[in-house]
């Protein structure tokens, strides 16, 4: 199982994008142009078409996951799929609290808590996006925010299970806007997420741990914001979608 000790993480998220076909002529695609990446690099792709593009993506370096998952094994949760289905059809790790799952279907810091614990319970490592809105972000309230959502999203998990947390600093301004936070702002903000690990979990695990920034990351700003001391990765929709764009963002510090 791939270790994310500190090393680089490229996510993509592919949101509701893509039939089996053309997720599957996608990894046929983009296997050759990040074979030789230094960084690690994620597929997160719908349910549909996850036991497919595992299957295409066994022996190559691409890692793949979910968008989301329920925190229950199994029983009466209509339209639900549980971390051991999602396990079974291949996939290592899921994204947690994304903000469109915050936003648009209400999800509580408490209910992706116990959806993290499923997770690592399971054996899937997780993706936890935490972000605060343009409201908050403008009356200044950013770090106020981050700090509620990380130690209630993240409530409860021990050191050892901090070993397979990544955490997704997604500013909802910056999602799909086109609209990028800076990287300083980045930098800064990634910077206070590990303050607050280290306070949580101690120095240690804070200094391992696997920070991502995500929101309108693209071939050309990729690379500064990877260049910044505490950002560990990028998680990346709208530019995942094609292979040769999404290449391009994992290759960005070797080229
Ligand atoms: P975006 O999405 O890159 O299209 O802004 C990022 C995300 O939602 O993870």
């Avoid at 680089?8 to 996608?26: L, P, R």
């Avoid at 070993?163 to 990287?183: C, D, M």
């Avoid at 300083?184 to 997420?193: K, P």
């Amino acid at each position: 199982m791939v270790d994310f000790h500190r090393q680089k993480v490229i996510a993509g998220n592919w949101k509701m994008h893509k039939t089996i076909q053309e997720s599957v002529d996608y990894i046929k695609d983009l296997t050759p142009l990040v074979k030789n990446a230094s960084c690690q690099v994620l597929l997160a792709v719908p349910f549909t078409c996850l036991k497919s593009v595992a299957d295409q993506a066994k022996n190559t370096n691409l890692i793949i996951g979910t968008q989301n998952i329920n925190d229950h094994d199994h029983g009466a949760y209509t339209g639900e799929i549980s971390a051991r289905m999602v396990k079974d059809a291949g996939a290592e790790f899921t994204i947690l609290g994304h903000s469109e799952r915050r936003t648009l279907f209400h999800e509580t810091n408490a209910f992706i808590n116990a959806k993290v614990k499923k997770a690592l319970g399971l054996g899937l490592k997780a993706i936890v996006c935490v972000g605060e809105n343009l409201q908050a972000h403008k009356a200044g309230k950013t770090e106020e925010i981050l700090k509620k959502d990380l130690e209630e999203s993240l409530d409860e998990l021990t050191t050892d299970q901090m070993k397979n947390v990544i955490i997704a600093y997604e500013p909802i301004w910056a999602v799909g806007t086109n609209q990028p936070a800076t990287p300083q702002i980045a930098q800064q903000t990634i910077a206070f997420c590990r303050q607050i690990a280290a306070k949580k979990w101690g120095q240690e695990i804070a200094k391992s741990l696997v920070l991502q920034y995500g929101g309108s990351v693209s071939p050309e700003n990729a690379k500064e914001f990877l260049d910044q001391e505490d950002i560990d990765g990028l998680l990346v929709g709208g530019a995942s979608l094609s292979a040769e764009s999404f290449s391009k963002i994992v290759n960005c510090q070797t080229v």
